[in-house]
């Protein structure tokens, strides 16, 4: 995958220069639609109390409501809505609002 270095994600729904580098991986799983049940692989993760932006492989429709899994231990499972999916050399970069943890 090219690179198109993170954080510092804008764009008009989604600004994330607080974000920080997360080791590891995210799984996000989509839960509504026709795609329900469908796996995104997330690499190159930075994350904030509201945001996640990461790398996909694939493209991760707008709107769409994900669960995250993280492989990187201390984090636990979150909701988000994808706000922003943008190309980025050979993938995909994806901006996650995050719903409020429990």
């Known amino acids: 995958m090219n690179q198109c270095p993170l954080p510092g994600f804008s764009s008009a729904t989604l600004f994330t220069a607080a974000t920080r580098p997360v080791s590891g991986t995210a799984t996000a799983f989509h839960l509504d639609g026709d795609r329900f049940g469908t796996m995104h692989h997330l690499l190159e993760l930075s994350i904030?109390?509201?945001?996640?932006?990461?790398k996909a492989v694939e493209a991760v429709p707008t709107g769409a409501t994900v669960s995250l899994?993280?492989?990187?231990?201390?984090?636990?499972?979150?909701?988000?809505?994808?706000v922003n999916c943008d190309p980025c050399g050979e993938g995909w970069r994806v901006g996650i609002r995050l719903a409020e943890a429990a």
């Open 48 to 54: 904030s109390e509201e945001v996640l932006e990461a």
């Open 69 to 82: 899994g993280f492989e990187t231990p201390g984090l636990t499972a979150r909701r988000g809505e994808v």
